[in-house]
């Protein structure tokens, strides 16, 4: 390495070759530089790079046109279990199941003339065990000239990923079966205050009612709708617990007091999701309320009365 004149470091390669007087003795030495400093830089990115491929969370390998396996990073011994002096050398079709191998052949011809393409084929699998799969994006490495010299592919492990959608597949299938099992009106919402689940016994007494954020409208007396829905945006705003009490007109036309009570829900990471509520049938409890209050006036008149000196 030296300096430039102007402060920069490069890279050069020398050749010295002496330069012999008369006598046959050395008088001076002829020294050659050779600026490298682009080739060391190259050099020094593709190390950079095979690094970054080798440290991957992701199985990373290459292969000639011929899908013979040139390269295999650490990840894809972890993955698939074959070490790199296993594997490489070999076709990569080993990594495939038999009935997906006619996938990997054409994957070749597939590249053909096009400039850049990008396959993805859910097959590959590990050494010892058949039973699991992993999908491949397989993409061509040209050279200067376009030609195809070979292939790179990307494996990734998704099995978390995909038993965690199942996981989450069958709590909701849970929720639903109980929550259509349940005899009580269950509801509920997104982030923006809309329904997006109503459960059987809902759809039972709504039968006229479809979802959606501002079609509960016709369910509610209209002189309980707004204080009702003001109230309830309230507790979606704040992501807080929501009460509230309102007359509800069932489908065969009948109004009928309901009181709802509504929990947020939180993803895992904390994410704001709704609520989740349900509804109760509290009209006898109304009709009881109002029978005593008209009694409670009643005695109260019959005492004033008593009270009232007479004439």
Same mark, same amino acid.
């Given at each position: 390495?030296?300096?430039?004149?102007?402060?920069?470091?490069?890279?050069?390669?020398?050749?010295?070759?002496?330069?012999?007087?008369?006598?046959?003795?050395? @008088?001076?030495?002829?020294?050659?530089?050779?600026?490298?400093?682009?080739?060391?830089?190259?050099?020094?990115?593709?190390?950079?790079?095979?690094?970054?491929?080798?440290?991957?969370?992701?199985?990373?390998?290459?292969?000639?046109?011929?899908?013979?396996?040139?390269?295999?990073?650490?990840?894809?011994?972890?993955?698939?279990?074959?070490?790199?002096?296993?594997?490489?050398?070999?076709?990569?079709?080993?990594?495939?199941?038999?009935? $997906?191998?006619?996938?990997?052949?054409?994957?070749?011809?597939?590249?053909?003339?096009?400039?850049?393409? %990008?396959?993805?084929?859910?097959?590959?699998?590990?050494?010892?065990?058949?039973?699991?799969?992993?999908?491949?994006?397989? +993409?061509?490495?040209?050279? +200067?000239?376009?030609?195809?010299?070979?292939? +790179?592919?990307?494996?990734?492990?998704?099995?978390?990923?995909?038993?965690?959608?199942?996981?989450?597949?069958?709590?909701?299938?849970?929720?639903?079966?109980?929550?259509?099992?349940?005899?009580?009106?269950?509801?509920?919402?997104? @982030?923006?205050?809309?329904?997006?689940?109503?459960?059987?016994?809902?759809?039972?007494?709504?039968?006229?009612?479809?979802?959606?954020?501002?079609?509960?409208?016709?369910?509610?007396?209209?002189?309980?709708?707004?204080?009702?829905?003001?109230?309830?945006?309230?507790?979606?705003?704040?992501?807080?617990?929501?009460?509230?009490? %309102?007359?509800?007109?069932?489908?065969?036309?009948?109004?009928?007091?309901?009181?709802?009570?509504?929990?947020? $829900?939180?993803?895992?990471?904390?994410?704001?999701?709704?609520?989740?509520?349900? +509804?109760?049938?509290?009209?006898?409890?109304?009709?009881?309320?109002?029978?005593?209050?008209?009694?409670?006036?009643?005695?109260?008149?019959?005492?004033?009365?008593?009270?009232?000196?007479?004439?």
């Amino acid at each position: 390495m030296c300096r430039h004149q102007d402060g920069r470091e490069i890279y050069v390669f020398a050749t010295a070759s002496p330069i012999l007087n008369s006598a046959g003795g050395v @008088a001076a030495i002829s020294v050659i530089l050779h600026d490298i400093s682009h080739r060391h830089a190259a050099e020094e990115t593709r190390a950079l790079l095979a690094s970054i491929v080798e440290s991957s969370d992701n199985a990373i390998y290459s292969t000639d046109p011929q899908g013979t396996v040139l390269s295999w990073n650490q990840r894809s011994e972890t993955l698939f279990g074959y070490t790199k002096q296993e594997i490489v050398g070999q076709n990569a079709s080993i990594l495939y199941p038999l009935e $997906r191998r006619a996938d990997l052949a054409s994957s070749s011809s597939a590249f053909g003339p096009v400039a850049a393409s %990008v396959l993805s084929i859910p097959c590959c699998k590990p050494k010892m065990d058949a039973g699991r799969t992993f999908p491949v994006s397989i +993409s061509p490495v040209r050279n +200067s000239d376009h030609e195809l010299v070979g292939t +790179s592919s990307i494996v990734r492990d998704i099995t978390q990923r995909k038993r965690a959608e199942e996981a989450l597949h069958e709590s909701e299938a849970r929720f639903r079966i109980m929550a259509d099992s349940c005899p009580t009106v269950m509801w509920v919402t997104d @982030a923006c205050g809309e329904t997006r689940f109503v459960n059987r016994t809902y759809r039972e007494i709504f039968r006229n009612t479809v979802r959606g954020r501002f079609e509960v409208e016709p369910l509610f007396h209209p002189d309980d709708y707004a204080q009702y829905v003001a109230s309830f945006y309230q507790a979606l705003a704040l992501q807080a617990p929501f009460t509230g009490e %309102v007359r509800v007109r069932r489908a065969d036309g009948e109004w009928r007091w309901a009181v709802s009570y509504a929990n947020p $829900r939180f993803s895992q990471r904390g994410e704001f999701l709704g609520h989740v509520g349900i +509804s109760l049938d509290i009209t006898e409890r109304k009709r009881a309320e109002q029978a005593l209050n008209e009694s409670e006036a009643r005695l109260r008149g019959i005492t004033d009365s008593a009270r009232m000196p007479s004439s």
